[in-house]
């Protein structure tokens, strides 16, 4: 089986990243943003249970602290040597 897993920052707390990133979108000229959020993807290819795929997140990929993750089961992609890019946009 195939999985993706999207990690993100909690909403209710301040991401330093965020107001950087606001800014440097600003001096690109592009006014009109007004929120941002930085989510990162895991693919991951085997046979694992629920439970294993908590434990990956929470103890690896995932400050659970001030970081959230949610977990997918993909079809078969048989393009897996794609590009990350071709997979997210194919998987939205």
């Known amino acids: 089986m195939e999985y993706r897993i999207a990690v993100f920052w909690q909403a209710n707390l301040p991401d330093g990243r965020i107001a950087d990133l606001i800014s ?3 001096q690109l ?23 294993d795929l908590e434990r990956l997140s929470d103890e690896l990929l995932a400050d659970p602290v001030v970081k959230g993750y949610r977990s997918q089961v993909l079809p078969f992609l048989p393009e897996w ?12």
């Open 81 to 92: 040597k794609s590009s990350p890019r071709k997979l997210l946009r194919r998987h939205r």
């Open 24 to 26: 440097q979108i600003a």
């Open 29 to 51: 000229g592009l006014d009109r943003v007004r929120q941002v959020r930085v989510s990162g993807f895991c693919f991951l290819r085997g046979d694992l249970p629920q439970a």
